[in-house]
C-alpha cells in the first residue's frame, strides 16, 4: 500500500495514569505530524481519573483521534490488546506503554522501517548497538537481561529483544498472531513474538532506549518472574 494510505491505529493500555496520558498523547502528535493516526486508549477501570484526563485530550484533539475505549476492571494485557484491535480502523496498529518508558520519537523510526523492508513487524529493542535502558537498578537490568537471554537460548526466536512491548504490527498480522497466544502478565509479549516469528512473519528490529517509568510505580513484581519461566517452559513444549 502507498505509504500516503497508511493509517496507524496505537493502542495504549493503561491503568491509573493520570500523570502521564496527556504527556504521551502530545508527544505522539507531536512526533507524527504527518501521518494518518489514531489513539486507543484502553483503560482498565483505573480509580485515578485517567478516564476523566482522557475525556478532556477528547475534547483537545478530537474524538475521532482519540478513541477511549474503558473496560470495568483489569482484564489482563493480551485482552487489553484484543479489546483495542476491535476498534482500530487502521491497517498498521502500534502497541505502546502509556507510562513513558516508550517515548514516541521512535515511532518516526518504526514507521520508515516497515516501508523501506515491507515487514509484517517492527519490534523496538534495547539490546542492539544504539538501544538501552535507562533509570534501571543492576538487579532489574539482569532480571531482564537473564530473561531475554534464557529465551533466545531455548526458543530460537530470530530478535534480540522477546520482553519488549514497543512493537509496529500489520493489523492482519497482529490478528492472527493474538489469536494463538494464551500468555497473560510478562510473558505475553514474548509468546507473541515467538508465535510471529514460527508463522515465519517478517520481523524489523529498530534500536530504542527504555526509560523507567516517570509517575507511578512499576509494575512488574517476583509473581511476573515466576510467571516468565512457567511461560518459557510453555513455549519450548508447543513451539
Known sequence: MDAAKNKYSIIVPTYNERLNIALIVYLIFKHLPDEDFE?????????????????????????????LRPRAKKLGLGTAYIHGLKHASGNFVVIMDADLSHH??????????????????????????????????LMRKLTSRGA??????????????LTGSFRLYKKSVLEDVISSC????????????V???RKGYHIEEVPI???????????????????????????????
Open 39 to 67: 489513539i486507543i486508549v484502553v483503560d482498565d477501570g483505573s480509580p485515578d481519573g485517567t478516564q476523566e484526563i482522557v475525556k478532556q485530550l477528547q475534547k483537545l484533539y478530537g474524538e475521532d483521534r482519540i478513541l
Open 104 to 137: 514516541p520519537k521512535y515511532l518516526p523510526s518504526f514507521i520508515k522501517k516497515q516501508l523501506e523492508t515491507g515487514a509484517s513487524i517492527v519490534t523496538g529493542t534495547r539490546y542492539v548497538t544504539g538501544g538501552g535502558v535507562h533509570g534501571w537498578n
Open 148 to 161: 531475554n537471554v534464557l529465551a533466545q537460548t531455548f526458543l530460537w526466536p530470530g530478535v534480540s529483544d
Open 182 to 193: 494464551v500468555s497473560k502478565g510478562y510473558v505475553f509479549q514474548m509468546e507473541m513474538i
Open 195 to 197: 508465535r510471529a516469528s
Open 209 to 239: 532506549t527504555f526509560v523507567d517509568r516517570v509517575f507511578g510505580s512499576s509494575k512488574l513484581g517476583g509473581s511476573e518472574i515466576v510467571e516468565y519461566l512457567k511461560g518459557l517452559v510453555y513455549l519450548m513444549i508447543t513451539t
